[in-house]
């Protein structure tokens, strides 16, 4: 080792002992809860850590509130860091930090089965629970996988749902999120198979890939429209496409003869489910999932379950949860959000 | 004796006196001047680009007439790039003083942000002032960048990519992870997203009126030619007296409020607008000037060209997967052209330099 390179590592010993008592110092401000934060030592007093796919996004911001209340009403501290853009290793270092912090559970929706495979690991060795939610990691990255629904009843009622309003018969097209999004591609596969055994009549000719970017999305669907003239219907499984579709629809003379659906968020379909645009999406309810996810991350850490199948808790007004195969939870089965209903939901 | 004409006399020709001829080292064109612009248009680098756009369009349209032909294909055809010719022409103002300006995105993100915030906060906000604050925020946030690459002297790359992160984090500790959607914007608004005038979109007229605009006073006026002479050689245009600082700063502040103006054009067009709007899109407008053959080292090029250059990446981006070709070579084919668009420039530039060589020999 140099002497040069010597004197730089202890310079970066040096800042990350001074980050890291800096982190510690807020956390203890933060931590002004009535459980005596001091108390307790060692013992586990509840740190969740949410790590979305990406900040900015509506949707995680609706379920990371979901699961602040969740925490927060077991006495628990929240906090929520997470990448700018949805790219597959964005989220490791936010991983690590929190491992370093060895909060007690960390809270994921994974851009990669992989990419963070690692990172997560570490954090388990290091004592602290991981849960999956929205968007999962290969099995052995994690304790426990939230299911929004499943695959399959989603895959099941966005297809339903298109091949209702087109008809049963013609051209459609999938705006999805990145090429390498887990959950996108699940349900891409669902539908593909879903069409081709109970609509035989209705081609699905493309799937473009967006990037959970407006404007990107925006633009992936004038291209659709354009390459593919006789295309009767866009399902979109990620909010921030199907949101950018309506609005290039909105403005089209494609408006009304190209269906669209998929899931969304009521804020942001609002306008377009009013002009006619889109007759009806679909989603859970993102808090209700974040929800879920905190109060699985509590039965964790307390050891009231380990997250084989078969292990039952119950997550405050959610009611009773059992844990399935491969250590999944499923929240329940998908809404649809219309023209009826949307004004009772502001998220 | 009254029909007699007066006796003409006989007029002498008077031939102007050429003894002392001046020999020059390039003899300025002996033709026409309608055959000269001809000619030198027919060389021009815009106008290879144009050809490559229309041929483009063309293969596209045959493939399905609807890219040209059908009312929503025609409006896309020219409202797309608008976006990207706005920022196209203030990065190629940049570039031809030898700089490079690679905040324009974060700028552009930071307006967008802005004129959602608004129209939330100040319901019946007038669009115009919308539109004058996006200006002005864009040219503060261009000045910044202006002084501290005039003033600092440091290269204008290493300036512009520390003043990109800063502006994306402005945007980001202000939006958080709040977004604009498109029902937080008047209707109004919106509508000028798509609103046509003589089927010509409103968005396309405005990139139009300011490539105009910038395009005469590069091409006329005398501190517009004053670019190109620091962009050939920055220290002789100091030692000849230019005031290059204020040029430089000049070139920025235009930078900055194109890019501001392009930020208020991506909300009223997308309609939802979150902290991570116009990710990227500065490496985009770089290859739109460089495509449109303004020369990276400054000095050469037009914004005629700069916007040439992002309409055909747009369109190209546009008409590849109709052509049934996958998302990887369409990134490929865009790299070749800003590839094949700098051989061009070192050919050309060898063959000036060889035929002036030549031109000094002979005389």
Known sequence: MTPISRRSAVLGVAALSVSLALTGCTKAATGATPSGSGSGGAAAKLSVVFIPKNLGNPYFDTSDAGGKKAVESLGGTYSEVGPQQASPDGQVQYINTAAQQHVSALVVSANDPKAIGDALNQARKGGTKVVTFDSDTDPQYRDLFINQASPEGLAKVEVDGITKQIGDSGEIAILSASANATNQNAWIDLMKKDLAANHPNVKLVDVVYGNDDDQTSFDKTAALLQTHPNLKGIISPTTVGIAAAGRYLSTSDKKGKVALTGLGTPNQMREYVKNGTVKEFYLWNPADLGALAAYAADALVKGTITGKEGDTFTAGSLGSFKVGANQTVLLGDPFAFNAGNIDQFKF | ?363
Do not use: C
Not at chain 2, 71 to 99: F, H
Not at chain 2, 275 to 299: K, R
Not at chain 2, 322 to 332: E, H, K, S, V
């Open chain 2, 1 to 363: 004796m009254t029909t007699a004409p007066a006796p003409s006399k006989e007029p002498t020709v008077t031939v102007p006196d050429t003894s002392t001829e001046v020999q020059l080292l390039v003899e300025p064109s002996s033709l026409a001047p309608r055959r000269r612009m001809a000619q030198s248009l027919l060389r021009s680098r815009e106008l290879s680009i144009l050809a490559v756009l229309l041929l483009v369009i063309a293969a596209a349209t045959i493939k399905n007439p609807s890219f040209l032909l059908s009312s929503s294909g025609w409006r896309d055809l020219l409202l797309t790039p608008s976006m990207l010719i706005l920022l196209a022409v203030g990065q190629a103002a940049v570039i031809i003083t030898r700089n490079v300006d690679l905040s324009v995105g974060s700028v552009l993100g930071l307006t967008a942000y802005l004129t959602g915030r608004l129209f939330i906060d100040h319901p019946g906000i007038p669009v115009v002032v919308v539109f004058a604050a996006g200006l002005l925020v864009g040219a503060v946030l261009g000045l910044v960048n202006g002084l501290l690459v005039a003033l600092g002297r440091v290269p204008a790359l290493v300036i512009t990519l520390g003043t990109l992160y800063i502006y994306r984090g402005l945007v980001l500790s202000w939006a958080g992870s709040s977004r604009i959607n498109a029902s937080d914007l008047p209707a109004g608004f919106l509508a000028l997203g798509t609103q046509q005038i003589l089927t010509i979109p409103v968005l396309f007229l405005i990139a139009v009126v300011v490539l105009s605009a910038v395009g005469y006073y590069l091409y006329t006026a005398r501190s517009g030619r004053e670019f190109y002479a620091i962009g050939s050689d920055p220290d002789a245009a100091v030692l000849y007296g230019l005031n290059v600082r204020r040029r430089v700063i000049g070139a920025f502040l235009l930078s900055g409020a194109l890019a501001g103006l392009a930020g208020v054009v991506f909300a009223a067009r997308y309609g939802s607008v979150s902290s991570d709007a116009g990710t990227g899109i500065e490496l985009q407008a770089v290859a739109a000037a460089v495509i449109g053959g303004v020369a990276i080292f400054g000095g050469s090029g037009t914004v005629w060209g700069a916007a040439i250059g992002a309409v055909l990446l747009v369109t190209i981006n546009r008409a590849l997967p109709m052509l049934g070709i996958p998302d990887f070579w369409q990134q490929a084919l865009v790299g070749a052209l800003i590839l094949s668009a700098i051989v061009l420039d070192r050919v050309l530039s060898a063959r000036q330099s060889r035929r002036l060589v030549e031109a000094r020999d002979q005389s």
